[in-house]
């Protein structure tokens, strides 16, 4: 789904800011989407360049 794609990236920047989610409780429920294998896999971090 496209939402999918779109969101978890956006809240995994959330989360890295520290920003309050609270008042998105949908994004919430969302958001352990991030945790899901091939999404863990292509965190940021996880990337080749990454530093």
Do not use: K, W
């Amino acid at each position: 789904m496209l939402a999918d794609l779109c969101l978890v990236p956006q809240v995994f920047n959330a989360q890295r800011f520290h920003l309050d989610m609270s008042r998105y409780p949908m994004i919430e429920r969302i958001a352990p989407a991030g945790q899901i294998d091939a999404f863990a896999r292509a965190a940021p971090g996880q990337q080749p360049d990454a530093e």
